[in-house]
Structure formats: C-alpha cells, structure tokens
C-alpha cells in the first residue's frame, strides 16, 4: 500500500482538537444583528455610502479584477491616485499599494533587508532587531528575508538601543506602531532616537494607528512626529480604518523606487483590485472631511476599558482602537466569547498559539460609530457573562 501522503494532518487535526485549538470559519451574515467588537472597522467606513459607491463604481469602471500585476497591466489611474492620496496624508514623500498589509510587510523587510547584489560587491545583510510582540506578517519577513533576527524584549527601547550598539554595519529596527494582541503602542520616538544614534532604519507597520492615531488619523507615526523621515519606513494596511482591503509601504521616494523593483510580493502578485482601490480612496476622502471620526474611536476603546475595569475586570490601557481583555484560561476565553455572541455581542477571543505568552484574552476592538447608549451595553455584556474570577 502506498503511503497516504496526508495522513500527518489527520493526526496533527487530532492534536488540536484534544487541546481545543482548531480554529474554524464562521461565515458572517449579511445583515448581521450582533454588536461588532470583533472587526477591524475601527471608522465604520466599510459600509459607508460613499465608500461602497466608489467601490462598485471602481470596478464598474476598470473591472473586478485588476487582471496582471502592477507592473504589466494592474496599474490604473486610480492606484497611482490612492499611492500619492496615502503619501499626502501620512506625511510620506511616496507610498507603493500592494494587495495586502500582510504582502506589504513581506515586501518591507525583505527589500529593506537587500537585494541579491547585482553590482558584484557584496552588501552585507543587515541585522534585524524585531519586538517580540510583532505580527506575524513582520515575523515572516524576517524569515524570508534571511537576515539575522534579533527579537528583543516587548516594546523596549534601550533593548533595541543595545542591540543595536552592539552590532556592527547595516541594521534595521522593526516595529508593530500599535500591537495587535493587547492594543498597546511602541515606544516609537525612543526607537527612531535610538536607530538614529546607530544609523539603523526604522520600520513601523502602522496597521493599528491609520485612523485611530495622530491628527485626524494620520496615525502613529505622524503622530511621533516621524512622518517622512529620511530614515523611517510605514506599513499600513486598507483594511481596517479604511474598511477596504489591501495594504501599502509609505517611506522616502528612493525606498519606494527600490521596492516596485526588489518587492517579490509586488513583482508578482495580481495588483489590488479596483474596488478595494477606489473604497479606500473614498475612505481617506472622508476621513479628511470628517477628521473627529479618529477622536471618536479613541474615545469609545477608553469608555470601554474605563467600564470594565472599574468592575474589576483585567484589561490593558487602549493606546489605539484595541481592547484586551484577560481571560482565566483558554477554554474560559472560549465561553466568555461564545456567551457574549449568544447575547448579541461579536468580540474576538485570542489564546494559544496565537498568543505566545499563553494568556488568553478577549479582544474588543472600538468603533467610532458606537453609540454611547451601546458602548454601555456592550461592556455589560462582557461583564454579565464574565467567568467567576
Ligand atoms: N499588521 C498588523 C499589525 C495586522 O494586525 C494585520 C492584520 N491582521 C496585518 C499587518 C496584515 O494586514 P492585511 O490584513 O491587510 O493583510
């Protein structure tokens, strides 16, 4: 009998089901009567009118598809717009949109990390110094990258700082801006300040902080003060704030330029479809327009953690739209999540694997278009179906 090349996941699917950590898909309904505390809409702008129509009025325009990567035919008018829109409000001197937040990391280290040496002398691969609590998008660059990883301790700077010190030749510092899992912000200036002192480079993915952060939502690192530094590159990903799909690099021009032809994930991937193109076009219109929409949602994640906190709940601090809430045990987190949905609530539930440190946690994310009515249900619902300490 040949062996059944397959028969390794049957085993491993056993595994996790023993431990209780199989993830499954659950299709979201359409209209859907729950609270949504577990989506990334941190601005309420996925559904907006104006949104949606640019959307559809996107591919109705250039196609549903943007049908070749970007270099062949999957540039229109309208990325090369959203490239210079993104740029203009970030405080970057060039941005470069690619399908994902997730290809757009991939495609920041690596590229930052070097290209094969086409010139015959051979640049030295940089040291990466990269924050334990980074996202997996940052983590995978990292490996693809094949550079020298350093992680060092969440969110300490002098840690990069010495690292750096220690360290000779070209290296680069890598950063989530805002940590998805806790919702926590990096040291940024402290870590711009270090690189500086090093000449190192400073990469920040500011998935978490576009929207929520800085003047009118212009994000963490405008909002450090680094926005168009010589020596700091931006991730940002299309699908939270802006409540589109797709993600971008943001740094100086000469960056950008070495990414459309370094960038693998840019090279050869399909360019981002027009309507993701055109929805997060008109979500930066708005969020121009409408610069409170970022207090707004600051405020609901403080209401929220103020509310649990004060009946004893263990949550951190939001900087941004995040709030995490710990959970007794992976199985308590589980329930606690389940019981929320059952009364109406989504909010996500994180624990092992995804969390390295093992502490399970519910995950509540803000949105700038709660009402104050609902932001009071939604924390006494967590609260009712909280497990007994
Ligand atoms: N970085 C961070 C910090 C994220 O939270 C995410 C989304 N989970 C990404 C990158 C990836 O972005 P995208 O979903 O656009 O691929």
Redesign the pocket.
Known sequence: MPQDPFDWIDAEHERRLAAGLVRTLRPRPADSPLVDLAGNDYLGLTRHPEVTEAAAGAARRWGAGATGSRLVTGTTALHTRLEESLAGFCGFEAALVFS???AA?LAAVTALCGPPNLSGSSPSVPLVVSDAGN?A?LIDGCRLARAETAVVPHADAEAVRKTLGAHEGRALAVT?SVF?VDGDAAPLAALAEACREHGAALLV?D??GLGVLGEGGRGAVHAAGLAGDADVVATV?L?KSLGSQG?AVLGPARVIRHLVSHARTFIFDTGLAPAAVGGALASLAVLRREPGRAARVRHVATELHRRLTAAGLTAVRPDAAVVSVRAPSPEAAVRWAADCRAAGLAVGCFRPPSVPDGVSRLRLTARADLTDRQIEEAAGTVLRTAPAA
Do not use: Q, V
Request: charged share 15%.
């Open positions: 994902s937040g997730y990391n996202h998008s989530d998805s993915d998935a978490h990903t699908s993600g």
